[in-house]
C-alpha cells in the first residue's frame, strides 16, 4: 500500500476525504462533545450550586466529585482499549453510548450522601469508557490521511461545542425544575443525539481501509502491536513530553482567574483578560491541525508547546498591564489548543492504526494521572509559598522542556509487515500491517 503522504503536501485543502467523510466528522465532533470526558466536565460548575442548595454539602465536599471521575477514567480508557481491539468501534461506542445514559440517569436517585456523588461519578468513567477521545479519533483516522490533523482538530472542538452549550442550557432546565434536570439532559444528548448518529453513520469501509485490502484477505493498516510500541523509546519521550505540558496546562487553566485577582483586577477584568484563552484555544487547535499535515508535526508541535512558556513568563512580570496579561491568555491557549490534536496524530503517524486503541489508550492513562496529580500539587505549591510565583516557574520549565523533547521524536517511520518501524525519508514511506477482522467487523456498518 502506498500512503497517501508520498504526495508533496500542498498548502491547499484538498476536500475529497471530506466529501467522502463528512458524516464521519460530524458523528465524531458530537461524539467528543457528549463524551464522558467532556459532558461531565463542562457541566459540572453549573451543577454545583444546585447540588450545594439541594443537599447542604459545601463546595469543598462537592470538587473532588470530578477527581473521582479522572482518577477512574485511567482504569476505564484501558478496558476500553482492549474492548475496541478484541470487538471493534461500532459495538463497544454503541452499548457505551446507551450505558452512560443510564450513568447521568443514576445520578437523578442520590439522597443526601456525599458518598453518592462520588460513586456516581467513579462509575461514568466505566458507563462511558467506550466514548472517550480514543474512539472518536480512531474512527477519524481511518477515514482521513491527506486531512488528518485538520479533521482531528475539527472534532476536537466538540469540547469548545459542549462549553458553549451546556452550561446555559442546564442553568436554565434547573432553574425551570431542580438539580436533576441537569443531569437527565447530560443523559438526554448521548441516547438522543450521538446513539442514532453512530447507528447510522459509524462504518470502518473507508477509502483507506479498502485501499490496504488485497483481494481475498484482511485489510491491512501500518504500525506496531501495543508491546511493540511499549518498547519504542520515542513513545516514552512522547508520552513525558505531552504529560509535562498537559499537568502545566491544568495547573494554568484552574489558576489563571484567582492569581489575575491577586495581582489586583476586579472580577470582570480579571474574567475579561481570561476570555481571550477560549478563542485562542479554538484557533489554535485548528492551525496547528493545518499545519502538521504540511509540516513536520514534532516542528510545528515544538513551536506551539514553547508559546505558554513565553505566557508564563509575561504573567510573572506583569501586575495589571491588561494589554499583556491578554496576551500572555492567548499564548496559554494556543498551546491547550494543540495538545490533545498532537497527541492524537503523533500516536497514528509514529505508531500506525494497527493497534491504535490500545496504544492511544495507554497514553491517555498517563494523560489521566497527570490530570489527577495536577490540582493536588500545585495546590500544595501555593500553600507553601501563598503565591502563584511557583505555578508560573514550573510551567515556564515544563512547557518548554516538554517541547524541546518532542523534537526528538525523528522522522516519520515506515512500517515492514512485522510492524517494525523504520525511518522514512522525509514525510514518505510504505506502510503495511494486517488489521484483526474483529476490527474491521466490529466497526462496520
Same mark, same amino acid.
Given at each position: ?9 500542498? =498548502? ?10 463528512? @458524516? ?5 465532533? =458530537?461524539?467528543?462533545?457528549? #463524551? ?43 478496558? #476500553?482499549?482492549?474492548?475496541? @481491539? ?13 450505558? !452512560? #445514559? ?5 445520578? /437523578? ?65 434547573? #432553574? ?41 484477505? $484482511? ?52 474574567? =475579561? ?9 479554538? !484557533? ?12 513536520? $508535526? ?16 509575561? *504573567? $510573572?512580570?506583569?501586575? /495589571? ?12 491557549? =494556543? ?7 498532537? %497527541? %492524537?496524530? !503523533?500516536?497514528?503517524?509514529? *505508531? ?5 486503541? @490500545?496504544?492511544?489508550?495507554? &497514553?491517555?492513562? *498517563? ?21 502563584? $510565583?511557583?505555578?508560573?516557574? &514550573? ?19 515506515? *512500517? ?5 518501524? &523504520? ?9 503495511? &500491517?494486517?488489521? /484483526? ?9
Amino acid at each position: 500500500m502506498s500512503s497517501q503522504h508520498d504526495h508533496k503536501p500542498s =498548502l491547499a485543502i484538498d476536500l475529497t476525504e471530506f466529501r467522502q467523510g463528512w @458524516r464521519v466528522l460530524i458523528l465524531a465532533l =458530537l461524539g467528543i462533545g457528549t #463524551s464522558v470526558g467532556v459532558a461531565p466536565l463542562y457541566s459540572f460548575g453549573t451543577l454545583v450550586l444546585p447540588l450545594q442548595e439541594a443537599f447542604g454539602w459545601s463546595r469543598e465536599q462537592i470538587q473532588p466529585a470530578i477527581a473521582f471521575l479522572f482518577a477512574f477514567s485511567i482504569i476505564a480508557v484501558q478496558i #476500553s482499549g482492549w474492548m475496541i @481491539r478484541r470487538y471493534g468501534l461500532r459495538p463497544v461506542a454503541i452499548c457505551s453510548l446507551v450505558t !452512560l #445514559s443510564v450513568g447521568f440517569l443514576l445520578l /437523578t436517585l442520590m439522597t443526601g450522601a456525599i458518598w453518592q456523588l462520588y460513586a456516581g461519578y467513579a462509575l461514568l468513567a466505566f458507563a462511558g469508557m467506550g466514548t472517550t477521545v480514543v474512539t472518536w479519533t480512531q474512527l477519524v483516522n481511518l477515514w482521513f490521511e491527506r486531512n488528518r490533523g485538520l479533521a482531528l482538530a475539527i472534532i476536537l472542538c466538540g469540547t469548545g461545542l459542549a462549553a458553549l452549550v451546556l452550561p446555559p442550557s442546564i442553568s436554565w432546565l434547573i #432553574s425551570m425544575t431542580d438539580w436533576r434536570a441537569g443531569f437527565w439532559v447530560l443523559a438526554a444528548l448521548p441516547l438522543l443525539i450521538t446513539l442514532p448518529l453512530s447507528v447510522l453513520w459509524m462504518r470502518s469501509d473507508s477509502p483507506i481501509t479498502q485501499a490496504a485490502a488485497a483481494p481475498g484477505e $484482511a485489510p491491512r493498516l501500518p504500525g506496531m502491536s501495543l508491546r511493540q510500541a511499549a518498547l519504542a523509546p520515542r513513545f516514552w519521550l512522547c508520552n513525558l513530553a505531552l504529560v509535562l505540558s498537559v499537568t502545566s496546562m491544568i495547573g494554568m487553566v484552574t489558576s489563571t482567574v484567582p492569581m489575575l485577582r491577586d495581582k489586583g483586577l476586579s472580577a470582570t477584568d480579571a474574567a =475579561l483578560a481570561f476570555s481571550v484563552y477560549g478563542i485562542s484555544l479554538i !484557533l489554535g487547535r485548528v492551525v496547528v491541525g493545518y499545519l502538521v499535515d504540511r509540516i513536520w $508535526a514534532p516542528g510545528v508541535a515544538f513551536v506551539v508547546l514553547s508559546l505558554p512558556a513565553l505566557g508564563c513568563l509575561i *504573567f $510573572a512580570a506583569t501586575d /495589571t498591564h491588561m494589554t499583556s496579561l491578554m496576551l500572555a491568555s492567548v499564548l496559554v491557549g =494556543l498551546g491547550s489548543g494543540a495538545e490533545m490534536d498532537i %497527541a %492524537a496524530f !503523533l500516536m497514528a503517524r509514529y *505508531f500506525g492504526m494497527r493497534d491504535y486503541s @490500545r496504544i492511544f489508550s495507554l &497514553h491517555m492513562g *498517563f494523560i489521566g494521572l497527570g490530570a489527577t496529580a495536577a490540582p493536588l500539587y500545585f495546590a500544595y505549591l501555593y500553600a507553601q509559598t501563598g503565591s502563584y $510565583a511557583g505555578l508560573l516557574t &514550573h510551567g515556564t520549565v515544563t512547557f518548554a522542556l516538554g517541547a524541546v523533547l518532542i523534537l526528538a521524536m525523528g522522522r516519520y517511520p515506515k *512500517f515492514d509487515l512485522g510492524g517494525a518501524a &523504520h525511518p522514512a525519508p522525509g514525510r514518505s514511506g510504505q506502510e503495511a &500491517h494486517t488489521l /484483526t477482522g474483529s476490527e474491521v467487523s466490529g466497526a462496520s456498518k
